[in-house]
């Protein structure tokens, strides 16, 4: 665990993750492209982002299209993790391991199979993108990487298998991590937009006056744009992506404010929804108000409480730095390129389309409809000023 989390953490810390700068820009670029040509598929479109940009940044693949095989591939062993059923089967093995033994003839209602497949499929998702990288890099350069950048420093002495293993597993990690809470963390943004129109233009408005109108926000432009930090904490907070946490087993016995946790113990003791929730935290907790990061002169504040979601202590996502700046990108161009606003009917009527929050380890909404239109007459030469 500790190779695994070490190998994570090296690619992914704070001052690792500008050199994937060039791999988030493109995959913005990229979907500002989709945003423009079919805006109505934005869930869609909002996956492919997360999933291209961290996939780039792990193994350093280009994803060529939706249907991009090794894509496809990563997604699938993705689909079956977060699957309730397989999720429940991988919980009743960790709390039951005897399962495992049962025998073949003993009816099991699909147990083992649901099992085998997942079981088969992390396999190759693990193995496939991995080889790709390395054989990449055996053929020459490569655009910087997680497994590129660690297989380049093992060139003098090759790895034991057992670190080999570790690089494979935490890469795949990775990717799983990043590519679907990015994805509900936009999902959710574009929906507090859409029902916050007030805030949006707020936000817009600070673009406007930092950036003009030709240009597009790039990460030096961060310190000169709060609200759109402030906008993305708060969506954050308000939506709780990450509502409940995975149970941890303590290492040693543990006391809480008077609670003793024995050693061993499964401990679930909070959810982020609750204290995302809290007004003894949080005043007037269900309002949407971005304004609450910001200090009154109107910088951001050194509140750092949203990013709980990441987790906690020793366990803390190693890939939040990349997550944050990713959404960043993506959360401040969208809104300098795009009104996000109701869908209107043939009378010029706004119509409401509430969503459905999804349930399980990632909460967002979904099945819902809104109107993505251009903020500027002409976005495809603001497109193009970034290409040069």
């Known amino acids: 665990w500790k190779l695994h989390r070490r190998l994570y953490n090296d690619a992914f810390k704070r001052d690792a993750v500008s050199q994937y700068q060039t791999t988030q820009i493109h995959g913005t670029r990229v979907l500002l492209s989709y945003l423009l040509s079919d805006p109505g598929s934005f869930g869609e479109h909002f996956h492919s982002y997360a999933a291209s940009t961290i996939l780039s940044a792990v193994y350093g693949y280009e994803v060529t299209s939706a249907e991009d095989p090794l894509l496809r591939i990563v997604e699938t062993a993705d689909d079956l993790i977060v699957a309730n059923a397989a999720f429940t089967n991988v919980g009743l093995i960790s709390a039951l391991p005897l399962l495992t033994r049962l025998p073949k003839w003993l009816p099991d209602f699909g147990f083992r199979t649901t099992i085998a497949a997942l079981c088969n499929s992390i396999s190759t998702a693990t193995i496939t993108p991995y080889e790709h990288a390395k054989a990449a890099l055996s053929n020459g350069p490569v655009s910087a990487s997680m497994v590129a950048g660690i297989l380049r420093k093992w060139n003098d002495s090759p790895p034991s298998d057992h670190a080999e293993a570790a690089l494979k597993n935490a890469a795949f990690t990775a990717f799983v991590k990043h590519s679907r809470q990015t994805t509900s963390v936009l999902l959710s943004f574009v929906y507090a937009m859409l029902t916050h129109g ?7 408005q ?7 109108a030709d240009r597009l926000p790039t990460f030096e432009d961060r310190n000169s744009l709060p609200l759109v930090d402030a906008v993305l904490r708060e969506t954050i907070r308000w939506t709780s992506v990450v509502p409940i946490n995975i149970p941890h087993s303590t290492s040693a016995d543990d006391t809480y404010e008077g609670y003793l946790i024995p050693k061993g113990e499964a401990s679930n003791r909070y959810t982020s929804l609750d204290i995302f929730h809290d007004e003894r935290i949080y005043a007037d907790p269900d309002t949407f108000n971005p304004e609450r990061w910001l200090r009154p002169d109107g910088s951001i504040s050194d509140d750092t409480s949203y990013a709980m979601t990441f ?11 990349f997550a944050e700046s990713s959404l960043w990108l993506a959360t401040a161009t969208i809104l300098t390129m795009f009104n996000i606003s109701k869908e209107k009917d043939g009378d010029g009527n706004e119509v409401d389309s509430p969503p459905r929050w999804t349930t399980g380890l990632v909460s967002y909404p979904t099945d819902f409809r809104c109107s993505i239109t251009p903020r500027t007459s002409g976005p495809e030469a603001v497109l193009r000023n970034m290409e040069q």
């Open 198 to 204: 007030e805030a949006q233009r707020r936000v817009q």
């Open 206 to 212: 600070q673009i406007t006056e930092a950036l003009g």
């Open 311 to 321: 987790g906690f202590g020793r366990r803390v996502c190693p890939g939040q730095h």
